[in-house]
């Protein structure tokens, strides 16, 4: 070597080399590496084919491990080569006996296995990564990266790939994992895939007020972040920024050097989100709850996969004991509430986020339960994950566990990022708790400014900024996925629902008693001949209510959990069809009660299987537009709320209050909006057609108008069905 500061080493086809290459397209003495301060720089030596750093052809560069360099564009050198040389100590002039390297390497990799099992050339232990995930493969010069029918798909540049010609500046994303041609050429058998999250000075804005205020800070993997600040100090804004959520005003998220919003679909299986309230379905036992969640987000994995994972995450849980009990809630009695906020945070880690954000995890447990909890977070942070909590509970012993902490002043400025166990000493105070009195003393700004100008802010926040985890920063757009209704997804949903429904008994029941007594009223009170029409449409009205009572609070009472799972990969297809089909056999047990009560007490000329059939249809836009007013609403309350003033018209309208044939046109057009218009016509006519046919004509009713009613019924059910995806698909935060 020159001297005790710089270390040269040669690469060529020549012995004489430091590192020789066996290949025909590289010179003898090919370019060298100039190691010095820390910096490595690549020099060509004057080769016949050239020395390319990530694609370019260069002379001279400095270069790090995450750069692609390729001798002659065919042969991709391999970093593992030069590591040695890196780690030898200043001065020396020849590597130690055991770390010298051969005095021919082996003849390049042509063929590379990915895989989650360990019989690939490169694992990446994930379960969103397949156990035969994709290959990459050698064809003269360029690289090929093929999928190999992977469940979650491998992405070049945000798209995803069959099979792609691959350039050493392509982001390949595996499982959620950003990559490129030199890590995958150069890995040791496993990708650990270690992922880092930074905000790019990020502004969130509502009408004129800041709520979060230029906020860039970079988080590592491992690193176990608390997120603290007094109320209206926008923490929560940050953190549904930083999981996609949210989108910022101005600035960006990164994922690597990757922008989550650009990218949205790739990181989906990287990020978990784990909100305050416990959302989950109590009338569920644990594994059970973990058994759906697990067949929904895992839905292309074998039964035994899907059964692993789960059995991982009740042990990481210490949940065994549990798995066979109701989870219940306060009332319904069932696990505890820790035990609760553990299968909660279980959801998430079915399918191994990298980065896992939570909301007040602790909240309302007792001190032993919390700190319990902290340290399960610790483990799993130590692992290589990133988790980031907000809390309220600000002690001496949370602050021990934690490993960094964001802490936020009024206005959303960013007051302290650093060292958890440093924050005391940064504010001059005794005992956590008093930052916050401490922030009161001075204004937001102040804090800001302190910051910004402290070393905490230089070792965190700028020193971080530069740093680029497995690929190089670039900007892509990945396609939009697109989901449509998946038959795996609907029979887990409805198979779930029905055990929900089943469960729930006390609403249930109240639920089908409903139809009972309605008809034992009608059969009581029209029991007259000339009473049959007035029977017929409050057969119509009670089927219209049932069927929108029973819908009305199914899809707002689970808002919560609609929104977590949407945010992975339900399908709003195969979630409405999964309430239409259990919603609509509670209908077929109503309309069946009401059929087998009212026809032979009132001796109707219809059948019983026939009213049966001309009620249920009748439930079902009913059952439909009871979906609708649940999706737009926020709570149940406010649902059987808006009931009244979606049944009211039906019955005002319908066509015996007022007859059909007395309305006004402007009446006749507001009615022709109503299902209950349509199915009394059509109720009237199946009961009257052939015997009574001017019961039909009084009423302004057309008897060869049947076919036409059907139609509408079925119309209106489609169309309400259109308007609650419609409602739906507002929702999402893409």
Not at 121 to 143: C, F, M, P, Q, Y
Not at 285 to 314: A, M, P, W
Not at 394 to 411: A, Q, R
């Amino acid at each position: 070597m020159n001297d005790s500061k710089e270390r040269v080493v040669l690469v060529g086809r020549s012995t004489a080399c430091h590192i020789v290459i066996d290949n025909k397209s590289v010179s003898s003495t090919h370019a060298k590496f100039i190691i010095k301060n820390n910096v490595i720089t690549l020099e060509d030596t004057g080769s016949t084919n050239g020395t390319y750093v990530n694609g370019e052809k260069i002379t001279s560069r400095n270069v790090t491990q995450s750069d692609v360099i390729t001798f002659s564009k065919s042969y991709t050198f391999d970093w593992k080569l030069l590591e040695p040389f890196i780690k030898m100590a200043d001065g020396a002039t020849q590597l130690p006996k055991e770390e010298r390297l051969h005095t021919v390497i082996a003849r390049e990799k042509t063929l590379i296995t990915i895989g989650r099992t360990s019989d690939n050339d490169l694992v990446i232990n994930n379960i969103k990564v397949s156990r035969k995930h994709a290959k990459l493969e050698k064809t003269g010069n360029d690289w090929f990266l093929e999928d190999l029918n992977s469940s979650n798909g491998t992405f070049i540049n945000g798209r995803k790939i069959k099979k792609e010609k691959v350039a050493p500046k392509d982001i390949i994303t595996i499982g959620g994992v950003p990559l490129n041609l030199g890590t995958l050429y150069s890995a040791e058998k496993e990708i650990k895939g270690d992922i880092q999250i930074a905000t790019d000075d990020v502004v969130f804005k509502v009408k004129d007020r800041t709520i979060v205020d230029e906020i860039g800070l970079t988080i590592l993997p491992g690193e176990f972040v608390g997120l603290i600040g007094p109320s209206g100090a926008g923490k929560t804004s940050l953190m549904m920024m930083m999981n996609g959520v949210v989108r910022p005003s101005t600035g960006d998220v990164f994922i690597n050097s990757q922008s989550l919003y650009s990218n949205f679909d790739l990181f989906k299986g990287q990020i978990g989100y784990v909100p305050q309230d416990d959302i989950i379905h109590r009338e569920l036992k644990v594994k059970e709850s973990f058994e759906y969640t697990g067949r929904l987000r895992l839905d292309n994995y074998s039964n035994e996969d899907i059964s692993t994972q789960i059995e991982g995450v009740l042990e990481t849980l210490g949940l065994e004991d549990t798995r066979d009990t109701l989870i219940g809630s306060a009332e319904k009695k069932g696990i505890s509430g820790g035990q609760r906020k553990r299968v909660n945070l279980g959801q998430e880690l079915l399918t191994e986020p990298s980065i896992l954000f939570l909301d007040e995890p602790t909240s309302g447990l007792d001190p032993k339960t919390d700190l319990d909890v902290m340290y399960l977070l610790k483990n799993i942070a130590a692992k290589g994950k990133i988790v980031i909590l907000t809390t309220h509970n600000i002690t001496k012993d949370n602050f021990e566990i934690l490993s960094h902490l964001i802490v936020l002043t009024k206005g959303g400025k960013l007051a302290y990022f650093g060292k958890a166990s440093k924050a005391v000493d940064y504010f001059e105070v005794n005992k956590p708790y008093e930052i916050f009195e401490k922030l009161e003393t001075k204004e937001p700004d102040y804090w800001k400014d302190k910051f910004r100008k402290s070393s905490e802010y230089k070792q965190f926040v700028e020193s971080r900024k530069n740093s680029v985890v497995q690929s190089q920063p670039t900007k892509v757009t990945s396609e939009t996925k697109k989901r449509r209704a998946d038959l795996k997804q609907y029979l887990t949903l409805t198979s779930r629902y029905f055990k929900v429904k089943l469960r729930d008994n006390v609403s249930t029941a109240i639920l089908l008693l409903q139809a009972p007594i309605i008809a034992v009223l009608i059969a009581l009170v029209f029991n007259e001949p000339e009473e049959k029409t007035a029977a017929l449409f409050i057969l119509v009205i009670a089927a219209v209510w049932l069927g929108c009572s029973n819908a009305a609070r199914e899809i707002v009472s689970e808002q919560a959990i609609y929104k977590r799972e949407r945010m992975v990969n339900l399908k709003i297809p195969s979630y409405l069809f999964s309430k239409i089909t259990v919603l609509l056999f509670l209908c077929v047990i109503q309309c069946f009660v009401l059929a087998i009560i009212v026809v032979p007490s009132l001796d109707m000329n219809s059948s019983v299987t026939g009213m049966f059939f001309m009620l249920l249809l009748t439930s079902l836009p009913a059952l439909t537009l009871g979906l609708v007013v649940s999706s737009l609403v926020s709570t149940t309350e406010a649902a059987m709320g808006l009931i009244p003033l979606v049944l009211i018209p039906q019955v005002i309208l319908g066509g015996l209050i007022s007859t059909f044939t007395n309305m006004s046109t402007l009446e006749k057009l507001l009615a022709a909006f109503m299902p209950a218009r349509w199915s009394f016509e059509a109720l009237t006519i199946f009961e009257y057609k052939g015997y009574y046919d001017q019961g039909i004509d009084a009423l302004g009713f057309s008897a060869s108008n049947f076919a036409v009613d059907i139609i509408m019924i079925l119309g209106y059910s489609v169309l309400y069905f259109l308007l609650t995806a419609y409602s739906l698909k507002r929702k999402d935060v893409r």
